[in-house]
């Protein structure tokens, strides 16, 4: 799993996956880089095929910023079409100048 390296980022971190089809508008998220006017990045997520690469199978876990484990399961998603069925996979924890902070795995 890749790790995400986030100074000042004290946890607990919390795994959110949010899954979605590849033609539902999830795919897109909605930025703000501090420019007006916020802009619309395609995030494609991960495929089920891909996630479970990363997983290791229907089950595993993934590391936080902090590398801390964070068990998932994909068994609800057992005969879905695997390059159909797309998940957005983030972290969301506080930090010291954001308690929103959310850290978005490629």
């Not at 949010?18 to 619309?40: A, C, M, R, W």
């Not at 879905?80 to 850290?103: L, W």
């Amino acid at each position: 799993m890749p790790k995400i390296d986030l100074p000042d980022s004290p946890g607990p971190w919390t795994l959110q996956v949010i899954p979605y089809t590849k033609d539902d508008p999830q795919q897109f998220l909605v930025t703000n880089t501090g420019h007006s006017p916020e802009q619309l990045v395609h995030n494609p997520g991960w495929s089920l095929t891909d996630f479970r690469k990363k997983l290791g199978g229907d089950e595993g876990s993934i590391e936080d910023p902090e590398g801390q484990l964070h068990h998932f399961s994909l068994k609800p998603w057992a005969g879905t079409d695997p390059e159909a069925q797309r998940f957005r996979v983030q972290f969301v924890g506080p930090t010291r100048h954001d308690p929103n902070v959310t850290s978005h795995i490629r």
